[in-house]
């Protein structure tokens, strides 16, 4: 059978395999689209919204569509909180084999460089397309120790993590692009996923398995939120970013009775690092740089500006 060959395309854009490779373009639809380059094809995603384009039972996502249906088992109803049906928007053209990953900080044999980003993908389309919800089943509603709390069922989760699958790639792609906004939203909504699974699914093993990967997440939002306060001129921010970061992986770690971990962990590390180089970037208070006068003046015997920044200093105390 013949098909639409692609390899003009990709003899135009060459794949390299030590950098992520990621471009925006412009659709035959008029609209913004991300491609990122793999070694065997090009995996292309929306701007916003569910990466492939959908919008499952008329939701942005699987993940709106269970927090909906949550909402309405605490609230003790059976409606269904599917909007009225839409046509659903045409998937993106799958180019490139197939091989779909998890979502994990690393490719299958790389560990994310010092971007945050892993240094390739392993997928060649719309990861996703093997989900559990061509019209998904209502949440279980069987409670356990959380009463009155609807449970999600194990295919419930698997859709998630492979819907969360495609927002991992969205926002590895956008890290590289420096659209530091676009990071800081799609991997605040892969954590909501890893709360909603922990919280809510009914199998033990579905409330684990996405907690090992709340320390990259972790990582990448937090690089993302300190150098988009770095890109204006807000060191401070950027500080304040890293620090709340490094207290949740710490929380983490305890949670999951691992606390000699936070100090071993990769993660930890890299926004060590990042603190470590921001520090000197900080905004000096006035005292101290009367201080470091002072002592200049001192040590150069310049007595009587010695004497002018005391009594700077004096008035400042005052």
Request: net charge negative.
């Amino acid at each position: 059978m013949r098909g639409a060959d692609i390899s003009k395309i990709l003899e135009a854009w060459s794949y390299n395999p030590d950098q992520i490779n990621a471009r925006r373009i412009i659709a035959d639809d008029g609209d913004e689209r991300i491609q990122v380059r793999l070694d065997l094809g090009i995996l292309q995603m929306h701007i916003t919204g569910r990466p492939d384009g959908t919008r499952p039972m008329g939701f942005e996502s699987l993940l709106e569509y269970f927090e909906a249906k949550l909402d309405d088992a605490r609230e003790g109803g059976g409606k269904d909180p599917r909007p009225p049906r839409r046509p659903e928007t045409q998937r993106p053209e799958k180019q490139g084999p197939e091989n779909p990953t998890r979502e994990t900080g690393e490719s299958p044999s790389d560990e994310p460089d010092d971007d945050g980003t892993a240094d390739s993908e392993a997928v060649g389309h719309g990861v996703g397309d093997t989900e559990h919800h061509p019209d998904a089943e209502p949440i279980s509603g069987s409670d356990d120790a959380k009463e009155g709390t609807a449970r999600l069922s194990s295919d419930d989760c698997q859709s998630l993590r492979e819907e969360a699958v495609q927002y991992y790639h969205r926002y590895v792609a956008m890290m590289a692009l420096g659209d530091y906004y676009a990071v800081i939203r799609d991997t605040t909504r892969n954590l909501r996923v890893l709360d909603l699974c922990r919280d809510h699914a009914e199998d033990e093993s579905d409330r684990e398995f996405l907690e090992q990967f709340r320390p990259y997440i972790l990582m990448v939002r937090a690089r993302a939120l300190a150098s988009q306060a770095i890109t204006d001129n807000e060191p401070k921010a950027a500080l304040h970013a890293i620090d709340e970061a490094l207290e949740a992986l710490k929380s983490h770690f305890e949670m999951e009775d691992e606390p000699n971990a936070f100090d071993m962990s990769g993660e930890v590390q890299m926004l060590r690092s990042m603190r470590d180089s921001l520090v000197p970037k900080l905004p000096i208070s006035p005292m101290a740089e009367l201080r470091a006068r002072l002592a200049k003046a001192i040590e150069t015997e310049n007595y009587e500006l010695a004497a002018i920044l005391r009594d700077e200093m004096k008035q400042m105390k005052e």
